[in-house]
């Protein structure tokens, strides 16, 4: 094996659940996100960019991702569905958890990408403004629509009576 190679599969180690996440939460297909997530290793290994530190490193990961997934929803042939056989092979997540994913599939993919670069990747405004190629302050609103609207939805469930904007 070739240093290439070998580089070319650390990477794949080390950013693959990264890259596989992102790419899940932009649209909430397994179909989509594997594709997806061919697409970033593949760039990856025809370009082989040089990265100065981690951090830009899974700067890089994460900007290609989300540009590979909003090409994704472009493509006037891709459909929001998931095969039946692939949703019978899906383990049932905890009530709990399962509700929040409810509610979280309800959210634009932009809003939901936003929650998941903040809240499971640990990412701040500013870091997801330069990933996904918008300003700060447009990051603040998106995560601040994304609460809104879960808020409403958990008021909803609750039978309390919300005045959120939809």
């Known amino acids: 094996m070739n240093a290439r190679e070998t ?3 650390e990477m794949v180690d080390r950013y693959a659940n990264l890259v596989y996440r992102l790419a899940f939460a932009r649209t909430r297909s397994r179909d989509a996100a594997d594709e997806i997530f061919q697409e970033v ?3 990856y290994v025809s370009r ?3 990265f100065d530190s981690e ?3 899974k700067a890089w990961f994460c900007r290609v991702t989300v540009n590979c997934a909003n090409s994704y929803w472009r493509n006037p042939f891709r459909r929001r569905t998931e095969p039946l056989d ?3 092979e899906l383990a049932a997540p905890e009530p709990e958890e399962a509700r929040l994913d409810g ?3 309800k959210l634009p993919p932009e809003l939901r990408a936003a929650v998941h670069l903040y809240y499971y ?3 701040s405004t500013l870091e997801i403004a330069e990933l996904v190629g918008k300003s700060e302050s447009a990051v603040r609103m998106r995560l601040m629509r994304a609460r ?3 808020r409403g939805y958990l008021e909803d469930e609750e039978g309390g009576t919300s005045h959120v904007s939809r």
């Open 86 to 88: 692939a949703a019978a």
């Open 103 to 105: 509610y979280l599939d």
């Open 7 to 9: 580089r070319g599969e």
């Open 121 to 123: 990747e640990g990412y």
């Open 55 to 57: 951090a830009h490193a």
């Open 148 to 150: 809104r609207l879960l």
């Open 48 to 50: 082989q960019p040089a």
């Open 41 to 43: 290793f593949l760039r």
